[in-house]
């Protein structure tokens, strides 16, 4: 049975930090690709950034390249995302997925219980 439990997320004031982490259980790193995706209230859940299973290349949404960045520790199964200079248009339910193929169809296959995180202006 796989898991994947995010953690990290709260209230922060624009141009603050946040980091998120992702703790997944069961046999996922060695053959999927870990993503993060965001819902803003009234939106559509978008990709954000995602991170290849090997050899652990990244992909970023324009709106969030130059201030977030993912990574993974193999060893404790966790996918991370560090959030930095955060606006108010970060605000969003912010959730980890498990996909074959970064951001392709059909999309992830597990997804994390998803995690807020509100910026303030």
């Known amino acids: 049975q796989v898991q994947l439990v995010e953690s990290g997320g709260g209230l922060v004031q624009a141009g603050g930090s946040l980091r998120l982490s992702c703790a997944a259980s069961?046999?996922?790193?060695?053959?999927?690709?870990m993503g993060w995706f965001r819902q803003a209230p009234g939106k559509e859940r978008v990709g954000v950034s995602c991170i290849s299973s090997s050899p652990g290349t990244t992909y970023y949404a324009d709106s969030v390249k130059g201030r977030f960045t993912i990574s993974k520790d193999n060893d404790k199964n966790t996918v991370y995302l560090q959030m930095n200079n955060l606006k108010p248009e970060d605000t969003a339910v912010y959730y980890c997925?498990?996909?074959?193929?970064?951001?392709?169809?059909?999309?992830?296959?597990?997804w994390g219980q998803g995690t807020q995180v509100t910026v303030s202006s």
């Open positions: 997925a498990a996909e074959e193929a970064c951001w392709a169809a059909p999309g992830p296959d597990y």
């Open positions: 069961g046999p996922i790193f060695s053959g999927y690709n």
